[in-house]
């Protein structure tokens, strides 16, 4: 499975951005896909995560209400989006898709998902 992320940018505070990553390769409908993210000097954290089959969503509760995944299942097209509204200087950090072949439910930790994208830069001027 390989992730192609895209979408990063600067943003002034308050503003908006999509990040988009497309999944190729052998994927099912029983992963999850799901956003984390890294500041400098940081722990990569979660941010969110969907699970293709039914579209069940999952959030930190720092970007909760602010931002929104999404994602496409149809056929062989596999991909999940994040829509970030109201960002803020501290949402600043490159963010990293993920996809996790785990059915079980939804993890925050970064070491339990299998399969990564190269990162994007967000970056949130105040």
């Known amino acids: 499975v390989q992730l192609q992320a895209s979408g990063g940018g600067l943003v002034q505070a308050g503003g908006s951005l999509r990040l988009s990553c497309a999944a190729s390769?052998?994927?099912?409908?029983?992963?999850?896909m799901g956003w984390f993210r890294q500041a400098p000097g940081k722990e990569r954290e979660f941010v969110a995560a969907?699970?293709?089959?039914?579209?069940?969503?999952?959030?930190a509760n720092s970007v909760k209400d602010r931002f929104a995944i999404s994602r496409t299942n149809a056929g062989h097209k596999k991909a999940v989006y994040l829509q970030m509204n109201s960002l803020k200087p501290e949402d600043t950090a490159v963010y990293y898709c993920?996809?996790?072949?785990?059915?079980?439910?939804?993890?925050?930790?970064?070491?339990?998902?299998?399969?990564w994208g190269q990162g994007t830069q967000v970056t949130v001027s105040s």
């Open positions: 993920a996809a996790d072949r785990y059915s079980g439910g939804v993890s925050e930790l970064p070491g339990e998902w299998d399969y």
């Open positions: 390769g052998r994927t099912f409908s029983s992963y999850y």
């Open positions: 969907v699970r293709l089959a039914g579209g069940s969503t999952y959030y």
